[in-house]
Nanobody
Framework: PQALVESGGDSVQTGGSLRLSCKAS????????ISWFRQAPGKEREGVVA????????YSAVTVKGRFTVSRDDAKNTVYLQMNRLKPEDTAMYYC???????????????????WGQGTQVTVSS
């Protein structure tokens, strides 16, 4: 079974909202970090948000602050990415990434993560 499974991607219009889910396997039952990345065609994969299991304060990219929020439901082993006021430039494949231990200072570096989901597509039309 996959360690991380994303869902919730869809096509929406500018200004719309979506909530993505990342269900983590029991492998992440201890201290861990779950992050969301995104990758648009022809662009590098970029970190969006990161959340440590034992710290309620998330990291967020400047491009999404004030629009995207991350939360977790420990009973469901699921991390959510609530995306509001979506823009066409938010269009990308969104990936969930995980690592054991707390989120590192360079949480936005994809090389810091050992586990990745398969991705879920978000398309925002103008």
């Amino acid at each position: 079974p996959q360690a991380l499974v994303e869902s919730g991607g869809d096509s929406v219009q500018t200004g719309g909202s979506l909530r993505l889910s990342c269900k983590a396997s029991r492998y992440f039952s201890g201290r861990h970090c779950i992050s969301w990345f995104r990758q648009a065609p022809g662009k590098e994969r970029e970190g969006v948000v990161a959340l440590s299991s034992d710290d309620p304060s998330p990291y967020s990219a400047v491009t999404v602050k004030g629009r995207f929020t991350v939360s977790r439901d420990d009973a469901k082993n699921t991390v959510y990415l609530q995306m509001n006021r979506l823009k066409p430039e938010d269009t990308a494949m969104y990936y969930c990434a995980g690592r054991l231990g707390p989120c590192p200072g360079n949480w936005f570096n994809r090389r810091e993560y050992n586990y990745w989901g398969q991705g879920t597509q978000v398309t925002v039309s103008s």
